[in-house]
């Protein structure tokens, strides 16, 4: 709904709209999400070392300046994303950023990543933890968050 710029040293291209999951602390999590500068991202945080796990451009254009009043992201629409993160084996971790195309309503699938530990020699995040969302120096409305636990069916042969 409105920016906030200011002259914070935090305030940074980084800052974005962002899905957390995994959450275990301040210092380790997932999370997934729209950069200012236009930039889909998943990212990992493990014990407080950022890895930046896969990014693709989602809202193009040229960014300039992150201490002027650049910012890509739609302003007074609503913006719809999701974030699936799943453990597929006993050390892997498959993580899917998702945003529903406003013309269409259909959902596509932006980055899919798979943590197996490669990132930084890190092991991926294989423990329960919290979930939320995180915006940077913004004034946003949400609408609609929830989580959804997906349960896996045993095959029956």
Known sequence: VKNNFSD?????????????SRY???DTLY???VRVDG????????KGVYFTLSQKEL??????DWRGDSN?????????????????????VSLVF???NPESGEWEKIIEVIDGGQFGETPAIMEEGFAGIRTDFMDVRFENYRLQTLIRKAALF
């Open 31 to 33: 999370y997934a999400g």
């Open 72 to 92: 890509f992201l739609p302003h007074y629409e609503w913006v719809s994303l999701r974030f699936d993160t799943r453990s597929i084996a006993s050390n892997e």
């Open 39 to 46: 930039t889909a991202i998943i990212k990992k945080k493990y």
């Open 59 to 64: 809202f193009p254009g040229t960014y300039s």
């Open 98 to 100: 998702y945003y529903q």
């Open 24 to 26: 275990q602390d301040g």
């Open 8 to 20: 914070s040293p935090n305030r940074n291209v980084s800052n974005g709209l962002f899905l957390m």
